[in-house]
């Protein structure tokens, strides 16, 4: 089997609405799992990295707005399990300034996960670009990519493959061209004598 059957999938494809249902359903079950153990084990046990999985599961699987909105409810959820546990501070504002700070980690968590998924559909884009099959245009040479549009040579490396296209001139070509230089040179030579133009251009 090739390898263009084992890239993902292109970014930005709708996912139906049954799996995306059930992909929310096991996110917050997980994060619900998650807070009751926090509760359970109390304030001296942290649980803190645990809340970082349903935030990931939800960026990857669900998009960034879904992960901002875990990590809001995973901030909740850790400061009503910390109530909860009997945990007390000598100032009230000591417990948002804990809940920011999560809701800050959260965040970067969903901005790494990001960072990683677009970088992967890049490489996975460009991969599918060169593997399997690209329809190929017999009359101008043109190449048409995933999104239908159909591109140059090099236009398509360029735009696609991510290559610095450089202008060059391949041995076969400049021995072509170089050939066709030097006949017209001789054929200039051999039309004009040492006393001057030969004598049918004399005689015109």
Known sequence: MSLHAHLPEAPGVPVPGSRKLSRWSAVLALLASVAVLDAVTGYEVSVFLLYTIPVALSTHYLGVRAGVM????ATLAWAYADRWSGHTYTREWIL??????RFCCFLLAV??????????????????????????????????????????????????GGAEVLPKVCPDCARRVYARVAYREQADAATVTPDGPNTQQAHA
């Open 70 to 73: 875990v990590s809001i409810l």
């Open 111 to 160: 901005m790494a996960i990001r960072f990683i998924e677009e970088r992967r559909a890049a490489v996975a884009l460009r991969l599918r670009a060169f593997t399997g099959e690209v329809p190929h245009c017999t009359q101008c040479d043109k190449l048409c990519g995933e999104d239908g549009h159909w591109r140059t040579p090099e236009i398509y490396l360029s735009e696609l």
């Open 96 to 101: 948002a300034v804990n809940a920011l700070n």
